[in-house]
């Protein structure tokens, strides 16, 4: 077992970690850049501050972001895009697609504000559908990191490869830690925090601390249930997948996202495709356009909280 902070024991801050790696990575690259569509201030402003020269501001074009970003990294320069999940995957999903992916460009993307994250504004500003949308486009690394620390690992690691990396990130502010001490980080590879016999909860992202949450309220209840952190979509660690449906039978996908064609969608393809006798739940955003209310609010509201992965545990 992984030694894991309790649920909000620890809050981190995903952006400003970010923004002190972007500015350690740049004294080193000068021909690193960052773009954002007007959201730049809001996520790395010291940056912004301190290297004027290498951040572009495209106004509420993310469109504009991508062929930028896109030219940029064919000309030779190591570019990252700053923007809202939600707008980088529907309103300029085919830039990602087509300039990005298709051309093998080296350019890495963060978004920002996802699942829930933006609950007061309503569904026009929720990014549901962006796992599964950029699931099916080729050369695309998609990672979900867990935490702060996580994302600079995630971070870190997308600079030591080539071509297109999507990192997803919550809000970015105030969102509980999970690991206590360093681990290793490695794109395609899920870490297993918790082995348990009786099931298995594999979670991404913001879900990640909540899941380990359920699995500890389950183990205080005599039930031996296990946690994976599948950060990385793809490529997918279905090594790790069909290790624990071996292993338990039993597995509960937890993401903040719609369940269709996320990483419960992912599982569920392991599962079917590998014929192991292994039962799935998915648990996530159902299909429908949500509310308004802040994420604790809706994620309880919507059935993919800590109750839920509890009960979706019993049940199977």
């Known amino acids: 077992m992984i030694e894991t902070y309790g649920l909000r024991e620890k809050l981190g801050n995903a952006r400003p970690e970010l923004d002190k790696a972007m500015q350690e990575y740049a004294v080193k ?3 690193f850049r960052l773009i954002s569509a007007d959201v730049g201030r809001a996520g790395m402003p010291e940056f912004i501050k301190k ?3 290498q951040y572009y501001n495209t106004g509420i074009a993310e469109m504009a972001a991508m062929d930028l970003a896109a030219g940029l990294a064919l000309e030779g320069y190591r570019p990252w895009i700053y923007g809202m999940s939600v707008f980088n995957t529907l309103r300029a999903g085919e830039g990602i697609r087509t300039n990005m992916c298709y051309q093998h460009a080296n350019v890495k993307i963060i978004g920002c504000n996802t699942g829930l994250c933006q609950g007061p504004c309503g569904s026009t500003h929720y990014a549901l559908e962006d796992l599964a949308i950029l699931r099916t486009f080729p050369e695309l690394t998609l990672c979900v990191p867990c935490d702060a620390n996580q994302a600079v690992k995630a971070f870190e690691a997308a600079n030591g490869i080539e071509g297109p990396v999507y990192l997803r990130l919550g809000n970015g502010r105030g969102e509980s830690d999970v690991y206590k001490n360093d681990y290793k980080f490695e794109f395609g590879k899920g870490i297993e925090i ?14 990640v601390p909540y899941a380990v949450e359920a699995a500890k309220q389950l183990r205080a209840e005599g039930m031996d249930v296990g946690v994976v952190d599948m950060h990385t979509l793809k490529p997918l660690d279905t090594e790790l997948i069909c290790k624990v449906a071996k292993q338990c039978g039993r597995i509960v996908t937890c993401e903040d996202a719609f369940i269709i064609g996320g990483l ?7 599962v079917a495709e590998s014929g192991i006798p292994c039962k799935v739940k998915r648990l996530g955003v159902p299909d429908l356009f949500p509310g308004f209310g802040s994420f604790d609010e809706q994620m309880e509201h919507l059935g993919f909280g800590v109750k839920a992965m509890k009960e979706a545990i019993k049940a199977l």
């Open 194 to 207: 918790m082995e348990g016999k009786d099931g298995c909860i594999i979670a991404c992202g913001m879900m």
């Open 29 to 31: 690259n000068p021909e």
């Open 264 to 270: 419960g969608g992912a599982v569920c393809e392991t």
């Open 51 to 53: 290297f004027p020269r």
